[in-house]
Structures are given as C-alpha cells and as structure tokens.
C-alpha cells in the first residue's frame, strides 16, 4: 500500500479547528480507495526553526518530520492563504525541504524523484493560483513529481467571514477535483514505485 502525507500548514495550532485540515483530510479520503493510506500532521505543533538544512541543531523538531515526509510516497501540502499568499508555515516547508537537493538516493538520483505531491489551498480571499503555482515550483525544483490537475483549492467570498469548515456540504467543484486529483496523485505514485526515473 502507498503512504500519503498530508502537512497540514495552518497557522492554527491543535486542536483549533482548521478548514485547511479539513480540504486535507478529504483529498487523503479520496486516495484512501486507491490503495493509498495517509495521515495529516499539522505543522506548527512542532518546532521547526528556520533555515535550509536538514538539521538545524537543538531543539528543531524538523528532522522528526523529516523522517514522515521520506516515508511517504505522496506529500500533499496544505496552506491557507493570508495576504493572497501561502502561510509563512509553508513557506518555511518549502525552505526546509530545500536541504534535499544535495541528497540523491545510491543510484544519484535526487532522493524526493520517483514521489507525488499535490497542493490543498483554502481561503476566503483571492490568491489560490498564484499559491499553487509557487507550490508547484518548489516541490518540483526540490524533486517532486506533479500528476495533471494535481492541486484543488477553495476559495470564499471575499471580504466575508465565511470558511470552508463553515460549509454544509462540499461544492461540487471541488468534490469533483478532489477525486481527480487522487485518481491522478495514486496513479503517478504507483507508476514511478514500479518505474523509477532513470539514474544519471
């Protein structure tokens, strides 16, 4: 069976409820029925210092995480949007994945390629496409493998109080890309554990 992780990059800490959790936690049950087991974990419960390193010395609680990222075969990484952009907790993700550049697996492939991820953005501001584009980015320069349609998004009202969490049902739109989204993440993730990317 595959494994996913979700990181869950609210601001929030738990148990606050977190409309990012709960987008999050539907794209891990719509991968459920295609093999592919997933928890979330929510960022900001741990210590994760700054920098672009794997270990940023004591007390950075990264490496605990670190260790959950490499396990999975799919990251989906969570963000709310502040400000129109990610929260400054997946930025950070971001910077610390960027340690894993340097790192390649025995055959000198870089040691995220042949692993999935995809986006979960939420918001009652603008700013979705633009976050998701920046994700994207990020996770492929880092060695990620994105699927097609591999990133959903809610975005509210603007100016309103309303949040995802607040809703009494899930838009279709967003059912809709959800399961496509996980079709298209356990698809990718089973084709590159059978077939790796070539060695260089």
Not at 113 to 139: P, R, S
């Amino acid at each position: 069976m595959l494994r996913a992780l979700a990181l869950n990059c609210s601001l929030k800490p738990s148990p606050a409820v977190s409309s990012t959790d709960v987008l999050a936690q539907q794209v891990l049950d719509a991968l459920a029925p295609h093999g592919v087991a997933g928890e979330i974990v929510r960022v900001v419960d741990y210590d994760v210092k700054p920098g672009v390193e794997a270990d940023m010395g004591e007390g950075d609680q990264w490496p605990t995480l670190r260790e959950q990222v490499l396990a999975a075969d799919i990251l989906v990484l969570a963000t709310p949007t502040w400000v129109g952009h990610m929260s400054s907790v997946a930025q950070r993700v971001l910077e610390r994945l960027d340690a894993e550049l340097s790192e390649t697996d025995d055959e000198g492939r870089p040691i995220l390629a042949g692993k999935v991820a995809v986006t979960v953005v939420v918001g009652n501001e603008d700013g979705a496409h633009a976050i998701t584009a920046a994700l994207f980015q990020g996770l492929n320069d880092v060695g990620y493998t994105v699927p097609s349609q591999g990133g959903v998004y809610w975005n509210g009202e603007a100016m309103q109080t309303t949040d995802y969490k607040d809703l009494d049902e899930t838009p279709e739109p967003v059912a809709q890309t959800t399961a496509t989204l996980a079709r298209n993440a356990a698809h990718l993730a089973k084709l590159l554990s059978e077939t790796p990317y070539p060695a260089p």
